[in-house]
Nanobody, 122 residues
Framework: QVRLVESGGGLVQAGGSLRLSCAYSGGTYTMGWFRQAPGKEREFVAAVNWSGGGGTDYADSVKGRFTISRVHARNTVYLQMNNLKPEDTAVYYC?????????????????WGQGTQVTVSS
């Protein structure tokens, strides 16, 4: 069992930036970020493998704007979000996958955080 706690959400104007953090209680997991807007299904945003370097994947909608990274010494994963758009508004969830392979599928992830709200105003 691993505990995940997200932070860093908030209200920002379009074109602005936010950095989300996900503190996890330890272990060797692939880490992912997902988001869910009202009335929509949860969707993949980004993932990073255990080794971090070179092992990342992004949804097409966020490529070039979002960056996922992790700091093992802090047991923390980050999602830097730049040039935010109103359509990025959602609850953002951090998730941990015990499989080393990167996955865009929510069902592949074993543990989830409680989520943090991101609201982008136009």
């Amino acid at each position: 069992q691993v505990r995940l706690v997200e932070s860093g959400g908030g209200l920002v104007q379009a074109g602005g930036s936010l950095r989300l953090s996900c503190a996890y209680s330890g272990g060797t997991y692939t880490m992912g970020w997902f988001r869910q807007a009202p009335g929509k299904e949860r969707e993949f945003v980004a993932a990073v493998n255990w080794s971090g370097g070179g092992g990342t994947d992004y949804a097409d909608s966020v490529k070039g704007r979002f960056t996922i990274s992790r700091v093992h010494a802090r047991n923390t994963v980050y999602l830097q979000m730049n040039n935010l758009k109103p359509e990025d508004t959602a609850v953002y969830y951090c998730a941990a996958d015990s499989d080393y392979a990167l996955s865009k599928r929510a069902v592949a992830y074993d543990f989830w955080g409680q989520g943090t709200q991101v609201t982008v105003s136009s």
